[in-house]
């Protein structure tokens, strides 16, 4: 049974968001204020996070930067204000990997975790290949492992995702639409924008030196390539 960890201090939506989540058959465990979530969600028992932005002792922001901080790459979903526009792209810069605006309906929030938790399975459900090597680069698609030069890289599920997407389409020009369609699915509105982010905190991360990349490639006006031997 996936777990599902509610990191809210607002009451009647947390108590709503846990019966919501164990209605639709998932085990839940909550938070009333940053801290406490953020020593929660260090556990690998936990299967996805749903992180509100204003919380007591420790905002949503700073649970979610010091999770990926700490290597901790549960996927997560962040609960932003309306009219905080610039929570959506913080948190994203951040490595939340997908947000959802306040109000919002319950039905929304559980097609974004379903999506994730979609996109997840696919990663380590394939067969045939699943280890990729060049150059100092390893990665294993199933265990959602990547190490460069020996040394294990800490990706978002969306940078991992994108890694993953490019590596099984390497030496062919992906369009970004395609990597959002991809990556994030086709029901989340996030613009091409987002692939750029995180395609440069990727590169930020895998690559020797992310201004002259070995790996991905740009293609002007177009997208990216992947190329491998
Ligand atoms: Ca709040």
């Not at 010091?66 to 792209?89: H, W």
């Not at 460069?148 to 490019?166: A, C, M």
Request: glycine letters at 8%; a negative charge.
């Amino acid at each position: 049974m996936k777990k599902i960890l509610i990191v809210e201090d607002e009451e009647l939506i947390r108590m709503a968001l846990e019966d919501d989540f164990r209605f639709e058959g998932y085990e839940v465990d909550s938070a009333s204020n940053g801290r406490i979530g953020f020593e929660k969600a260090k556990s690998p028992n936990v299967d996805l996070i749903i992180l509100d932005i204003m919380l007591p002792e420790m905002n949503g922001l700073d649970v979610c930067k010091s999770l990926r901080m700490k290597g901790v790459n549960t996927p997560i979903i962040m609960l932003t204000a309306k009219g905080q526009e610039i929570d959506k792209v913080l948190g994203l810069e951040m490595g939340a990997d997908d947000y959802v605006t306040k109000p919002f309906s319950p039905r929304e929030l559980q097609a974004r975790v379903k999506a994730i938790f979609r996109r997840t399975e696919n990663a380590s459900g394939e067969q045939g290949e699943h280890i990729f090597t060049s150059g100092g680069l390893k990665v294993d698609i199933n265990q959602y492992e990547c190490f460069k030069d020996g040394e294990k890289v800490s990706l978002t599920h969306h940078e991992f995702g994108l890694l993953k997407y490019l590596l099984q389409n390497k030496d062919r020009v992906i369009d970004r639409d395609e990597l959002l369609d991809e990556v994030w699915g086709k029901d989340i509105a996030v613009g091409p924008r987002t692939v750029d982010t995180h395609m440069a905190n990727l590169r930020k991360k895998i690559e020797e030196n992310p201004s002259d990349p070995k790996f991905i490639l740009s293609v002007r006006g177009v997208g990216y390539k992947f190329i491998g031997r």
